[in-house]
């Protein structure tokens, strides 16, 4: 069974036209992550949520914007989408306790910008 | 300088042979986790660990706190293993993950 669900797992959308990619996890863990990810090149944590707070990375654009409404769902907002932004965006699930636990990743969703 | 830093980048190697990758990190960390992801995206967790040494089928993981190093061993290797293997280690701030910029391993048959 999914655990980590990213919809859609392929989206196109043209130069400027806001996009949502959304993520759904089963496991009710407590930290929802969003990386994006461009070819050959490792995963780049763009922010994560801690349950209800959000902790933006200092160096991600502020054309991306997240969204959690409850536990299970996360969004990602690209405002307006440009060409550099084409790549894959993961999302990824962990408990946030004060002891390590695995990261749990969604298949991704991969972005074309036209 | 990454906090992360793998090597090799790329690893050729034959069916049957034994295969090392390495894993170097410069943070104080909770845990390190080993990921596998294959073409088309999914990540897969395959090890995580804080001290000593994993086994999973042909997979083994180490890890040397005091030297802040880790690596990822496949035994048998097999044409099903080519993937990119991705290091990853978990902050003493425990929501913050860095990653390496992985190993890309092609096992020809």
């Known amino acids: 069974d999914a655990m980590v669900i990213q919809n859609p797992r392929y989206q196109v959308t043209q130069f400027g036209k806001p996009v949502t990619l959304s993520c759904s996890q089963t496991?009710?863990?407590?930290?929802m992550y969003w990386y994006q990810q461009k070819s050959s090149q490792a995963p780049k944590l763009l922010f994560h949520y801690y349950d209800k707070d959000f902790n933006n990375e200092a160096d991600t654009p502020d054309n991306f914007q997240s969204r959690r409404p409850n536990t299970s769902f996360c969004f990602l907002d690209i405002r307006s989408p440009g060409l550099g932004d084409a790549a894959m965006y993961l999302c990824a699930t962990s408990r946030g306790d004060r002891v390590a636990y695995e990261q749990y990743f969604g298949p991704g969703t991969r972005l074309t910008v036209t | 300088k990454n906090e992360v830093e793998q090597s090799p980048q790329n690893l050729t190697a034959q069916e049957g042979e034994f295969i090392t990758i390495n894993c170097s990190y410069s943070v104080g960390i909770s845990a390190l986790h080993w990921l596998q992801q294959h073409p088309g995206g999914g990540i897969v967790s395959l090890f995580m660990l804080s001290s000593g040494k994993k086994k999973h089928g042909r997979l083994i993981a180490t890890i040397n706190i005091q030297e802040k190093h880790s690596s990822l061993h496949i035994t048998a290797s097999h044409p099903r293993d080519s993937a990119v293997y991705i290091c990853a280690v978990r902050s003493h701030n425990f929501n913050k993950f860095y990653f390496g910029s992985g190993t890309k391993l092609n096992v020809k048959p």
């Open positions: 496991l009710n863990h407590n930290v």
